[in-house]
């Protein structure tokens, strides 16, 4: 039976807490053997030892971070095999060390992760460099498409924006701004990315 020091829930030693939370990860649907013996180590201290920041409650929830890990882990796997056969193939014929190849490698990158898919793009480009990559870019779209690189669609530029005039000079909820801006699309199995790319003006 646990014990209660306040109002928080702790296990007795760790024997206890062992049987319990090997119990919870069952109910979870992730195997206790599963977890790292580290991580099990860690959880079980967690439930038995007395400290503010411990209890069965707060070990419980290392079981679910445990949990969120390995599905995170899973999805990438997934996502990783399932433009394996197109993306890097589609890297290279572009090349991977031009601008429009290593962009389309980071695109790659943050779809295979499921990282946000709104971002900044490399240095600052003068107003004629983004003219030329702009033409890199749509370029790599037709090469796609002849190619028949189906995974990756839609690939578009938008001209050169004052973003502070449109009311869009704030960079998320940091205190960073932005003015002069480019951005290039691309479509990776239905997911579309936006590279924001930071213009010099004269």
Same mark, same amino acid.
């Given at each position: 039976m646990t014990k209660m020091i306040g109002k928080v829930e702790y296990a007795n030693? #760790? %024997?206890?807490a062992t049987k319990l939370l090997s119990e919870y990860s069952a109910e979870l649907g992730l195997p206790w053997g599963v977890i790292s013996q580290r991580k099990r180590d860690a959880s079980v201290r967690i439930?038995? %030892?007395e400290?503010?920041?411990? =209890?069965?409650? #707060?070990?419980k929830k290392t079981i679910e971070d445990d949990l969120i890990e390995l599905r995170r882990a899973e999805n990438v796997a997934e996502r990783k095999a399932a433009i394996a056969g197109q993306g =890097? #193939?589609?890297?290279?014929?572009? =090349?991977?060390?031009s601008t429009a190849g290593e962009l389309l490698d980071l695109c790659?990158?943050?779809?295979?992760?499921?990282n946000p898919p709104n971002f900044t793009f490399g240095p600052d480009m003068s107003e004629e460099d983004y003219a030329s990559f702009r033409t890199e870019w749509r370029e790599a779209g037709e090469l796609a498409e002849e190619r028949t690189y189906d995974q990756f669609t839609d690939f578009r530029s938008m001209k050169i924006q004052d973003k502070s005039s449109l009311g869009k000079g704030q960079v998320g909820d940091t205190l960073d701004t932005r003015k002069w801006q480019g951005n290039v699309f691309v479509t990776i199995l239905g997911a579309e990315f936006n590279a924001h790319i930071n213009i010099r003006k004269k």
């Open positions: 030693d #760790a %024997t206890e439930a038995w %030892t400290d503010k920041n411990n =209890g069965l409650a #707060a070990a =890097g #193939a589609l890297v290279k014929a572009v =090349g991977a060390k790659k990158h943050h779809y295979e992760q499921a």
